[in-house]
């Protein structure tokens, strides 16, 4: 937990050095969008820390608690494969967050059209999207179910 809140506040005080940087000289929008992808950068790389933290952490428990790791560990290909048949809908949502996020889609800030819901994303993670429309109302989106986003904040970029 201690360790996750550190990490955490490192990834976020380094990411906002970078977004205040002018790395994009000239136009202000185009700055903006350089603070906006660091925003959503900094919530995927805060979520990724948390799950890696939680997993060494569970780790160095089954450790202190004399359970042997090395059949657990040779076991976890077995269960990974198991896991991964059962769970395709995860892995399809985590890969095309990545692939939504190194092609710059949206970000944090983006006034966007996805699966018919019209609004501003609040968050955007590895598995999930935030979106919150004109009523208020916040919709979690799957990014494997996004198959379609129109973006309004892109419109004049070239």
Do not use: C, H
Request: charged share 25%.
């Amino acid at each position: 937990m201690f360790l996750q809140k550190i990490s955490s506040r490192a990834i976020t005080k380094t990411l906002s050095k970078v977004a205040e940087a002018d790395l994009i000289p000239g136009e202000k929008r185009l700055v903006t969008r350089q603070r906006e992808r660091t925003k959503t950068a900094a919530s995927v790389l805060n979520s990724s820390s948390k799950a890696i933290i939680g997993l060494i952490a569970g780790a160095m428990i089954l450790g202190e608690l004399d359970v042997d790791l090395g059949p657990l560990v040779a076991s976890a290909g077995v269960v990974g494969f198991a896991v991964g048949l059962g769970a395709q809908s995860i892995v399809r949502d985590v890969l095309s967050g990545i692939i939504m996020l190194l092609e710059d889609q949206y970000g944090v800030g983006d006034s966007v059209e996805v699966l018919e819901v019209k609004g501003k994303v609040e968050s955007v993670g590895l598995r999930v999207t935030t979106i919150r429309d004109q009523k208020g109302t916040l919709w979690y989106l799957r990014n494997g179910e996004i198959l379609k986003v129109g973006n309004s904040s892109q419109r004049s970029r070239s």
